[in-house]
């Protein structure tokens, strides 16, 4: 059949599930933001500004499978790198679009606007295939065929792909297929399969203390279910790693907690440590989810991969990690239930109301009792992601943190998406004033489409972050001291927003136990040098990676200390 | 002398003329903000987000010769890279400074936060090789050499350069030279440069309608003066390209308008285009400064480049502008003055009073009776630009546009810049409400350092240049509407900031005419069909180009015309 490339790209993505696509309006993507009002589907999200759309379309892929924004060329385009990079980092499937420069523009040798009007060429193209998995200029030739490349190829890597459709393609009609775009694998080479899944079950039946750790690509190449299905048959316990926090259910008497070296607790770290037959999937060692290198992985642990297999004495390229968890639930015997929980009970003190200041303790504390089964819950880095990582978890609950790529700012914009995504579920933000103020103006498009999330803000003077890293009073840590409450009011003249500025836990439970209509917007007050102690300690090894043995680090009050904290 | 690197990095932009840097902090660059902090130069002016950081610094960078920002690794450098490639496009010479992963860990392999965490290195590093004119990794080996060689780099160049200081590195001593770091170039081939002025003074004595046409390297190379001493010398017309405005006076006499193809008067058109000597000054055919090609430069045209110039029948690679002007006004001998002012004179009719909604027209109109001589005008792209381009300038003010990158919200950030670099002169910005939600919390860092600029926001709810290309009635063409005023209020808890909102030219008038105290901060309230006359006209082309034949911007009500515009 015959069809505009523009509206067969769009239709693609319909086809894969992508209900909703950001970004921003320019003249060189006028053209495919009018097909795609014509055709009425995906629907058009417009952001206030490109990185917001990036994020916001990594939220989504997070919830949805997949993910795509639209940009416009070099301004736009390069706006939403560090959005782009992020997704990358963190296995995220994003298809980013930008409308670039008309075709005959390039074949002419004509310098135009948005580029570097330099008489060179692809400078943009080649800057993206940095920060993604596969990249295609859009010709008429070749847009049936890289199009549903670059979306399998999102889909199945879990990384973001770049595609260029110049502005005077986009109405170009072409024979396209009929048939509809499916997302699957292609199957694991059988033997290898047989013989993987032969070793593992034998590893397992001889070991004595099996375990289970989880990282991000548990959930990125949905198998969440099948792993809790296997630890539920072989009674495993699980543990997870911080970017994976949630994947496995906490409240399950299987898990194990958290690990992340020495920043673990005693027993979980125990657990992995020592394991003699320790399963790992998508096992990745960053400094920030191994406690700035202090893990201790067995070294005959077997690495379950995406696409591959990786153990002390072998290897597997060609198994897919879904196939292999679904023929290791068949080829196992069910073991009988025990409990082999480790992790430690969370606090279960007093909950004791004051009109004290409020500390990161008593603040947290409270969100433990906040949160409800199927909340979906994102946390931007800081003393908010670390808040969170001492939480135990409700049923059904969705956690979303950026901890390896750790943009600030990142949240808000991934909560748009996630909202877009999955509406019908309660979700929470919390974020701190330094991370709000890099997106800001992202929540104005939450109102703008009716959405009514909880975010809670943490007004504490600045980057309490790196005051535990260096510069624990510097002026550089400092931020501006905005009315958040009317700051967010303003984004919009017909939403209704409930604000509230909270400065102690009685003023925090108040808020927390009545009944809300509109989106939720609470200001926490807090001291600058108030931050979870597990912060505090995991960041002194970071700053000592950081800046070396001549860094600055250890000067007397560089940093914020355990001692102080409230 | 024995010097830390960070120490000695920050002693040479200093010795530059770099009074102060932007940036936000991360974890990379704390040890280097320490540094800045402990010395107490240049001032750190810390930003909301890395976008608006470089934007800032090329605003700095216009005013002041030279700018700087620090950003984190990846999440920081990747975010601000709109910003430097738009230096790069505009000329803006700009030193960013990237805080790297430690050399410990690159040296090592270890996988690092910031980073893509995959084992790959120097992706972002080869990124932004792409936007800037050159990079370097310091070393203790290197830093020294490779720290002056990227100022003087961007410095000749003109252009923006990368350097990575990773965060281990920032505190190592090395040895440094105690001398200063001067700026300047080598000096021209003396014979090339004789040879080449003699070539240009035989045309000019020979020439019949001799004239100069300027582009945006005039001020970037620092020549306005000189090239106004010599057209005054030879009393030769002078017509600026639209991204060069003001760069010559516009009430001199000899002042010819501004060019740009079919877009320009037919005066100045006829002036250039006829010359049987133009001389251009860093001439560079864009779409967006030629009326989308509609251009017709003389082919026996001389332009003067940077470093080099360029005539029908031979070229001078080894010849520097700033030289050559100098030397051309010394050997040409002096001509009567004449009155050749051909640009159409400036609206004079009643200025008429009204409570009608108010027109860009009106507003137009207000805005040339408003500004002043001396003043820094900065106008974002789309109906502000295009209604500045009919304004007549006043005599030493200067006029800031991005009109061949053309990022929105780009105006926002370099108005800090701006007035970072000159707070003595009076700073007025004109934007739009699309514009302006890009980057809208950086006035928190203008409010924060006490700065008191004009800013005249357009809310014609969303991006009226685009409905002039494609979209007039279209959704993605909307913004949310947001009270900009309040937003405006809620970003200081300090700062005196004067808002108003205006519907009329009798409401307008009285903010224009009475005194001020604080920041002036205007929201002007107009028809989302109504734009300057100029840009419609423009537009018209500029899809025809984008599109091609088979795009939509033919179909009826696909663009706003020039009929409804009020």
Same mark, same amino acid.
């Given at each position: 059949?015959?069809?505009?490339?523009?509206?067969?790209?769009?239709?693609?993505?319909?086809?894969?599930?992508?209900?909703?696509?950001?970004?921003?309006?320019?003249?060189?993507?006028?053209?495919?933001?009018?097909?795609?009002?014509?055709?009425?589907?995906?629907?058009?999200?417009?952001?206030?500004?490109?990185?917001?759309? %990036?994020?916001?379309?990594?939220?989504?892929?997070? $919830?949805?499978?997949?993910?795509?924004?639209?940009?416009?060329? @070099?301004?736009?385009?390069?706006?939403? $790198?560090?959005?782009?990079? @992020?997704?990358?980092?963190?296995?995220?499937?994003?298809?980013? #679009?930008?409308?670039?420069?008309?075709?005959?523009?390039?074949?002419?040798?004509?310098?135009?606007?948005?580029?570097? %009007?330099?008489?060179?060429?692809?400078?943009?193209?080649?800057?993206?295939?940095?920060?993604?998995?596969?990249?295609?200029?859009?010709?008429?030739?070749?847009?049936?065929?890289?199009?549903?490349?670059?979306?399998?190829?999102?889909?199945?890597?879990?990384?973001?792909?770049?595609?260029?459709?110049?502005?005077?393609?986009?109405?170009?009609?072409?024979?396209?297929?009929?048939?509809?775009?499916?997302?699957?694998?292609?199957?694991?080479?059988?033997?290898?399969?047989?013989?993987?899944?032969?070793?593992?079950?034998?590893?397992?039946?001889?070991?004595?203390?099996?375990?289970?750790?989880?990282?991000?690509?548990?959930?990125?190449?949905?198998?969440?279910?099948?792993?809790?299905?296997?630890?539920?048959?072989?009674?495993?316990?699980?543990?997870?790693?911080?970017?994976?926090?949630?994947?496995?259910?906490?409240?399950?008497?299987?898990?194990?907690?958290?690990?992340?070296?020495?920043?673990? @607790?005693?027993?979980?770290?125990?657990?992995?440590?020592?394991?003699?037959?320790?399963?790992?999937?998508?096992?990745?060692?960053?400094?920030?989810?191994?406690?700035?290198?202090?893990?201790?992985?067995?070294?005959?642990?077997?690495?379950?991969?995406?696409?591959?297999?990786?153990?002390?004495?072998?290897?597997?390229?060609?198994?897919?990690?879904?196939?292999?968890?679904?023929?290791?639930?068949?080829?196992?015997?069910?073991?009988?239930?025990?409990?082999?929980?480790?992790?430690?009970?969370?606090?279960?003190?007093?909950?004791?109301?004051?009109?004290?200041?409020?500390?990161?303790?008593?603040?947290?504390?409270?969100?433990?009792?906040?949160?409800?089964?199927?909340?979906?819950? #994102?946390?931007?880095?800081?003393?908010?992601?670390?808040?969170?990582?001492?939480?135990?978890?409700?049923?059904?609950?969705?956690?979303?943190?950026?901890?390896?790529?750790?943009?600030? @700012?990142?949240?808000?914009?991934?909560?748009?998406?996630?909202?877009?995504?999955?509406?019908?579920?309660?979700?929470?933000?919390?974020?701190?004033?330094?991370?709000?103020?890099?997106?800001?103006?992202?929540?104005?498009?939450?109102?703008?489409?009716?959405?009514?999330?909880?975010?809670?803000?943490?007004?504490?003077?600045?980057?309490?972050?790196?005051?535990?890293?260096?510069?624990?009073?510097?002026?550089?840590?400092?931020?501006?001291?905005?009315?958040?409450?009317?700051?967010?009011?303003?984004?919009?003249?017909?939403?209704?927003?409930?604000?509230?500025?909270?400065?102690?836990?009685?003023?925090?439970?108040?808020?927390?136990?009545?009944?809300?209509?509109?989106?939720?917007? #609470?200001?926490?007050?807090?001291?600058?040098?108030?931050?979870?102690?597990?912060?505090?300690?995991?960041?002194?090894?970071?700053?000592?990676?950081?800046?070396?043995?001549?860094?600055?680090?250890?000067?007397?009050?560089?940093?914020?200390?355990?001692?102080?904290?409230?």
């Amino acid at each position: 059949m015959i069809q505009r490339i523009g509206e067969f790209l769009l239709r693609r993505l319909e086809e894969v599930g992508v209900r909703h696509i950001f970004g921003v309006p320019g003249d060189y993507n006028l053209e495919l933001l009018q097909q795609l009002e014509d055709r009425r589907g995906p629907e058009w999200v417009g952001n206030c500004n490109e990185l917001n759309a %990036a994020y916001a379309a990594d939220g989504y892929a997070r $919830m949805n499978g997949l993910g795509a924004l639209i940009v416009t060329d @070099g301004v736009g385009s390069l706006s939403a $790198m560090n959005g782009i990079a @992020g997704s990358y980092c963190e296995h995220v499937p994003v298809i980013c #679009v930008c409308g670039s420069i008309p075709q005959e523009a390039v074949d002419c040798g004509w310098l135009m606007h948005h580029t570097m %009007a330099d008489g060179s060429q692809d400078r943009f193209y080649r800057a993206f295939a940095e920060v993604t998995v596969a990249q295609a200029k859009l010709t008429p030739e070749n847009a049936v065929v890289e199009i549903d490349r670059l979306i399998l190829t999102a889909w199945r890597e879990k990384l973001p792909v770049y595609m260029e459709l110049p502005s005077d393609v986009g109405y170009v009609e072409v024979d396209v297929p009929e048939t509809s775009l499916t997302l699957s694998y292609p199957p694991s080479d059988e033997e290898s399969l047989a013989r993987c899944c032969e070793k593992i079950v034998a590893r397992l039946q001889h070991a004595a203390s099996p375990a289970l750790l989880l990282d991000i690509d548990t959930e990125r190449f949905g198998v969440a279910t099948r792993v809790a299905a296997l630890a539920e048959r072989l009674q495993l316990p699980v543990a997870t790693m911080p970017g994976s926090k949630g994947m496995f259910c906490e409240q399950s008497p299987l898990f194990a907690g958290v690990y992340c070296g020495a920043c673990s @607790g005693a027993e979980v770290r125990e657990l992995v440590e020592s394991s003699d037959c320790l399963l790992t999937i998508g096992y990745r060692r960053v400094d920030s989810t191994s406690g700035t290198f202090t893990d201790d992985i067995p070294g005959n642990a077997i690495h379950l991969n995406g696409q591959s297999v990786c153990m002390e004495d072998d290897n597997f390229e060609d198994v897919y990690l879904g196939e292999l968890l679904s023929l290791l639930v068949r080829e196992t015997d069910a073991k009988s239930k025990r409990d082999c929980r480790v992790v430690e009970s969370s606090d279960a003190e007093t909950w004791d109301l004051s009109r004290r200041p409020l500390s990161q303790r008593e603040y947290w504390q409270a969100m433990q009792r906040f949160i409800l089964p199927g909340d979906l819950l #994102v946390a931007e880095n800081g003393t908010s992601g670390a808040g969170v990582a001492g939480l135990r978890l409700p049923c059904r609950s969705t956690l979303i943190t950026q901890g390896v790529w750790g943009s600030i @700012g990142y949240s808000l914009g991934c909560l748009l998406g996630t909202l877009m995504a999955a509406p019908e579920r309660r979700q929470i933000l919390w974020i701190g004033d330094g991370s709000f103020q890099l997106t800001a103006q992202e929540l104005s498009t939450i109102l703008r489409y009716e959405l009514k999330p909880y975010i809670f803000l943490i007004n504490n003077g600045g980057y309490t972050i790196e005051r535990t890293i260096l510069g624990r009073t510097a002026k550089y840590n400092d931020i501006a001291n905005w009315r958040y409450t009317e700051m967010a009011k303003s984004l919009s003249r017909t939403q209704e927003i409930e604000t509230f500025v909270v400065h102690s836990s009685l003023e925090l439970d108040a808020v927390l136990s009545s009944a809300h209509r509109g989106m939720v917007f #609470v200001e926490v007050v807090m001291d600058p040098m108030d931050a979870p102690v597990g912060l505090i300690r995991g960041m002194q090894a970071v700053a000592n990676l950081d800046y070396g043995p001549s860094g600055p680090q250890s000067a007397l009050g560089a940093q914020i200390t355990e001692a102080e904290v409230r």
